[in-house]
């Protein structure tokens, strides 16, 4: 992505794309909202449970049951094989109350992690659901990890339960079962109700049957959460050592809502989808829990990206908000425009991306192919919800992430030798000049702000320096305060919107007889934005052929799904630091061209 030249302090090159909305946009005058907003009033907007609680599920499902949109549909689900069902608000409600006695039941108590690993189904919104209304704690797997991320997350996050379906059960849990003996429980979803051939799982049909017959006799009553209970574990990758699992409370809620009102404009009658999976964060904040806060119908498809469907989905389920990532706009755009004129987008009214960076020229094509400009917002796993965003009818700029949402106070922090932000006796200093580069802070504060990383409270320290979260990400501002991303502060990889950690991937190749060091490293792609690449040094006895070469492509697919390298080079002269690390930035300068002593370029390839 090209910077520089006639925007606002040399930042961007394409002039602002305004947009008037069809409807006034719910966050209102921005300026003001942003002066007179607290979380409190957004709390205030919600429910609330008796007694001073709050459950993400009470305010996403029962509220609504018991309103007048009770039978407005909650879920839509879109398949390519079983036909489309649907969910409305009163159904979800009953559903995932049985659910909830179905997995307490089973022996889940407060505060245990159930996990889901499925494709987009009803079954995983009724585990999530009903796994909040428990007062136990969510955590989704992305369903294309291959064995060892999922061995390794169940492992870490001493999952307790287990909701998956045959295949993805006997490719990747059953062998490593042994391994995992916090691991009471695996539903079948597709298992027959009279019982599973695969030994140690229980099918979900007849835990359900049973907990329906509960819940007609004794009723339900919802998990009395407090606002600080946990209730959402999502795993993700840091530059170094195992994954990290965010924790998240019953009070992100709060920010689930509000951001969802002022950033995706959302309110009953909308009909919205998210092309995100629940098994990464943007398909839980803003897949199930933001949306149905606020009272829309909820469209899912669990059919993989094809441009002609997503053109039709968009016009025959009359979509009126469209969230989704710069690799699929890019793959939309290399379709054309032209594609999506021939269906018919009226109902469409506010297009919004994340995950990655937003090209200027998707966020213009967007005029073009959906008749109005791509709004970039920016927010990260441990954030749990937005935190920049470009808003409805406000002027975007092409190549901004946008402005800090009201109740969120950004810092952009000077930079120390390491590329992180500099600090100095505790203390650190934000850049005052307009365009400064420096690593993007935020102000701990807001609800949905993560709690810590499961089991390790130093790394959660160290996220923290002088009162600000440190983000990891370098960033610019501009005098009028838009935000402008430039690159990550450490080697961690963004592939198809994907965050993944290089030393998973190395960690997983270095399993491999022949290999005796791995350096990972983001390449960059004009899709994908980033592949894994691996640059591998074979043992002594081993020889660099096509063969081998392609055996490690195997391996590392079987071992880690879809974060895999797509590319393997042999190396057998790998950079090191004087610690005798791999130095992964130096084999990016290699890969980009650039010359090995200037490392500053290589964390902002722009
Ligand atoms: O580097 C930033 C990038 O994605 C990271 C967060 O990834 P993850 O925790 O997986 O959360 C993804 C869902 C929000 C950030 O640190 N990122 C996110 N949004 C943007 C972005 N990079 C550029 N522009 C964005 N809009």
């Given at each position: 992505m090209s910077r520089g030249g006639?925007?606002?302090?040399?930042?961007?090159?394409r002039p602002p794309v305004v947009h008037v909305p069809r409807r006034a946009p719910l966050v209102g005058d921005y300026e003001q909202r942003r002066r007179s907003f607290t979380w409190e009033e957004a709390r205030g907007w919600l429910e609330g449970l008796p007694g001073g609680g709050i459950n993400i599920a009470h305010e996403a499902v029962d509220r609504h049951a018991h309103s007048?949109?009770?039978?407005?549909?909650?879920l839509r689900f879109l398949s390519r094989t079983e036909p489309t069902s649907e969910l409305t608000y009163a159904d979800l409600a009953r559903l995932s109350d049985v659910a909830a006695v179905a997995l307490r039941e089973l022996g889940v108590e407060r505060g245990d992690r159930v996990c889901t690993l499925l494709p987009r189904s009803p079954e995983l919104y009724l585990t999530a659901l009903g796994t909040l209304k428990a007062g136990a704690v969510y955590c989704p797997l992305f369903?294309?990890?291959?064995?060892e991320p999922v061995r390794q997350r169940l492992e870490l996050g001493s999952v307790r339960v287990l909701v998956t379906d045959t295949l993805s059960y006997t490719r990747k849990v059953a062998a490593v079962r042994d391994r995992l003996?916090?691991?009471r429980v695996v539903l079948l979803v597709d298992a027959p109700e009279q019982g599973?051939?695969?030994?140690?799982t229980v099918p979900w049909a007849t835990v359900m049957a049973d907990a329906a017959r509960v819940v007609e006799r004794d009723g339900f009553t919802i998990a009395a959460t407090a606002p600080e209970d946990p209730a959402l574990l999502h795993f993700t990758s840091g530059t170094t050592g195992r994954p990290k699992g965010a924790v998240h409370v019953h009070e992100a809620v709060v920010a689930h809502h509000a951001t969802s009102r002022?950033?995706?404009?959302?309110?009953?009658?909308d009909t919205y989808w998210c092309t995100?999976?629940?098994?990464w964060v943007t398909g839980t904040s803003y897949g199930i829990i933001g949306p149905l806060t606020c009272g829309v119908t909820v469209v899912t498809d669990?059919?993989?990206?094809?441009a002609r469907r997503w053109w039709s989905i968009l016009q025959d389920q009359r979509i009126s908000v469209f969230y989704t990532a710069p690799t699929a706009l890019r793959m939309l755009m290399r379709k054309g425009a032209a594609l999506a004129r021939?269906?018919?987008?009226?109902?469409?009214r506010h297009v919004v991306s994340v995950g990655e960076p937003l090209n200027p020229e998707a966020v213009v094509w967007g005029t073009e192919a959906f008749g109005m400009p791509v709004h970039d917002t920016w927010w990260q796993t441990e954030t749990?919800?937005?935190?920049v965003s470009n808003y409805p009818g406000m002027p975007v700029r092409p190549g901004s992430m946008g402005r800090p949402v009201p109740g969120v106070e950004v810092g952009i922090l000077a930079r120390g030798e390491d590329g992180r932000a500099a600090v100095v006796d505790g203390h650190v200093h934000e850049?005052?000049?307009?365009?400064g580069l420096g690593e993007l802070a935020l102000r701990p504060?807001?609800?949905?702000?993560?709690?810590?990383y499961l089991g390790e409270p130093e790394r959660y320290a160290r996220a923290f320096a002088d009162g600000w979260y440190l983000t990891g990400d370098l960033a610019r501002r501009d005098g009028d305060g838009y935000l402008w991303f430039v690159g990550r502060a450490d080697d961690v990889i963004k592939s198809a919107g994907h965050l993944i950690g290089p030393f998973e991937v190395e960690s997983a190749l270095m399993?491999?007889?022949?290999?005796a060091e791995v350096g990972v490293i983001g390449k960059p792609d004009p899709l994908a934005g980033e592949i894994v690449k691996a640059f591998v040094t074979l043992k002594a006895e081993h020889e660099p052929t096509e063969a081998l070469r392609r055996e490690l492509i195997v391996f590392g697919r079987r071992r880690l799904?879809?974060?895999?390298?797509?590319e393997v080079e042999f190396d057998e002269h790998l950079p090191h630091t004087?610690?005798?690390?791999?130095m992964r930035r130096l084999l990016k300068a290699r890969e980009l061209g650039l010359?090995?002593?200037?490392?500053?370029?290589v964390e902002h390839p722009s």
């Open positions: 006639s925007g606002p302090d040399g930042l961007g090159e007048e949109l009770a039978d407005t549909v909650a369903p294309a990890f291959g064995t003996p916090g691991l599973s051939d695969e030994g140690g002022f950033c995706l404009d959302l309110a009953p009658g995100a999976d629940p098994g669990s059919a993989d990206f094809d021939e269906h018919d987008l009226s109902a469409l749990g919800a937005i935190m850049v005052s000049e307009a365009g504060g807001w609800p949905s702000m993560f709690r810590g399993e491999h007889p022949a290999v799904g879809s974060v895999a390298p797509r004087r610690s005798g690390k791999v010359p090995e002593g200037d490392l500053s370029t």
